[in-house]
């Protein structure tokens, strides 16, 4: 009877989970009706997050059904609601509503993860964001119909809460987009507010004031030590009782794993990630591994743990999967290291930042120098192989062991 791989996600680790067992699986000559490999995800595509705050983000998106053909790797569009770890099986509604139970004998969640909203008043109905592409569908349609809005400081403004890696990329696109959009002389105006005691905090030091004095260079103003208390149609209110008029906020505070986490058993993360075995198996369930933006595994023996990023998604996914693969093909499994951390940090029209380590962050390259390698990584790096299956597992098998 053959044995079966599910793989929750067709993200980054999904994607490399699914390949990375299917080249194990073809280098031990176990043929695709031995060994399914299912990928189970809303769509057969890829969604590229990390360009979310770019322009025309609807084009984000990469097709994965030739690629997985090419490969044999199953598809089933669907969405999961419950996974039954006694029982090996989870349940997903398909793309037409209607309900089915699959088996697994491996099973490799990559749901990946969404933007945290807290309670604040008005936050759910005027705040927008761009961590997944239907929000930033939708942020980019406001932004456009703002042309149509007579001329105001607030139709002019846009607030960015938070200011961590995506609240400065996504607010130093905004002076020329806005000014696009617009026109060029409009007094635009972008603002980030951070609760924080300075923007850029993850970044340290040495990195610190070459972004906020690229932010200065767009005439991108910072509020910090300072926090949202509630939105409204024209305008957001702060702790101190500040009041920023604006018909834009972008919430960019924060990340919460899938809500699938919930089901696994094990300890848990303040953003809901598995803490995870060396080999990415959840604690108390041996035949599921959590990887990507589910997953909170040590990086190396210093201290470090992988983070939200998709640097970490990739290669935690094709560790995952090739240990799914592993485990039911009678091979050792793997243990997970990732020793190299790299951050390229976008920074507007021909800026960017590359540092190099955890603490302290060296930064490498700055200025148009950097943005060309953001660019690269952003256009090439992390998009999927083509539909070719010796490339696709080679591939898979980088991801695995090639480090920065
Ligand atoms: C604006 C933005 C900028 C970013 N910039 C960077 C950057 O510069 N560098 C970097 O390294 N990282 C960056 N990131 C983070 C990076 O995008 C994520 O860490 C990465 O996408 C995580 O990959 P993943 O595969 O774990 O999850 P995801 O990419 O979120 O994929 C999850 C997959 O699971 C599917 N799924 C979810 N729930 C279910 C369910 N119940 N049933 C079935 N399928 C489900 C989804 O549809 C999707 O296919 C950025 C993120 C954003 C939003």
Redesign the pocket.
């Known amino acids: 009877m053959s044995q079966k791989i599910v793989i929750?996600?067709?993200?980054?680790?999904?994607?490399l989970a699914a390949l990375s067992a299917a080249r194990l699986r073809n280098e031990k000559g176990v043929s695709p009706a031995d060994l399914t490999i299912t990928v189970?995800?809303?769509?057969p595509?890829?969604?590229?997050?990390?360009?979310?705050?770019e322009r025309d983000p609807a084009s984000m998106t990469a097709p994965l059904g030739e690629l997985f053909a090419a490969t044999d790797i199953d598809f089933r569009a669907?969405?999961?609601?419950t996974i039954d770890a006694g029982k090996g099986v989870i349940s997903?509604k398909g793309v037409d509503g209607a309900a089915e139970m699959l088996p697994y004998d491996r099973l490799v969640v990559?749901?990946?993860?969404?933007?945290f909203q807290p309670p604040i008043p008005g936050l759910a109905d005027f705040g927008h964001s761009?961590?997944?592409r239907a929000a930033?569908v939708a942020l980019d349609k406001h932004l456009q119909a703002l042309a149509d809005r007579p001329a105001s400081p607030a139709r002019d403004t846009v607030v960015v809460v938070g200011g961590g890696?995506?609240g400065i990329?996504?607010a130093t696109e905004m002076p020329d987009r806005l000014r696009e959009i617009l026109g060029q002389d409009t007094p635009v105006r972008v603002v980030i507010v951070e609760h924080g005691p300075c923007v850029a905090g993850d970044m340290g030091d040495e990195p610190r004031p070459y972004i906020e004095a690229r932010l200065r260079e767009l005439g991108i103003e910072t509020i910090v030590g300072s926090g949202v208390s509630g939105l409204d149609e024209g305008g957001v209110a702060l702790d101190d009782g500040a009041r920023i008029e604006t018909d834009t906020v972008i919430w960019?505070a924060g990340?919460r794993a899938?809500?699938?986490t919930a089901q696994l058993p094990g300890e848990r993360d303040t953003l809901g990630r598995v803490l995870v075995d060396p080999d990415l198996r959840v604690p108390g369930a041996p035949h599921i591994f959590a990887?990507?933006?589910?997953a909170k595994a040590a990086t190396d023996d210093k201290g470090n743990f992988s983070?939200?990023?998709?640097?970490?998604?990739?290669r935690?996914?094709a560790f995952a999967g090739h240990n799914a693969a592993a485990d039911l093909l009678g091979e050792p499994t793997l243990p997970y290291d990732q020793p190299s951390y790299v951050?390229?940090?976008?920074l507007g029209p021909d800026a960017a930042i590359f540092t190099r380590g955890w603490s302290p962050r060296t930064v490498e390259i700055t200025g148009p120098e950097a943005k060309k390698v953001?660019m690269e990584?952003?256009r090439v790096w992390?998009y999927p192989p083509a539909a070719e299956r010796a490339a696709a597992f080679q591939n898979a098998f980088e991801a695995r062991t090639v480090d920065f």
Not at 45 to 53: C, W
Not at 110 to 115: F, K, P, R, T
Not at 291 to 294: E, I, K, N, Q, V
Not at 343 to 346: F, K, M, N, P, T
């Open positions: 929750i996600g067709a993200g980054f680790a999904g994607l189970v995800a809303p769509e595509a890829l969604i590229v997050r990390p360009r979310l705050y669907g969405w999961v609601d997903l990559a749901a990946g993860s969404h933007g761009v961590n997944d930033a890696f995506t990329e996504v960019s990340m899938s809500p699938l990887t990507g933006d589910t983070l939200m990023s998709c640097q970490h998604a990739r935690l996914g951050v390229c940090l976008d953001k990584v952003n992390i």
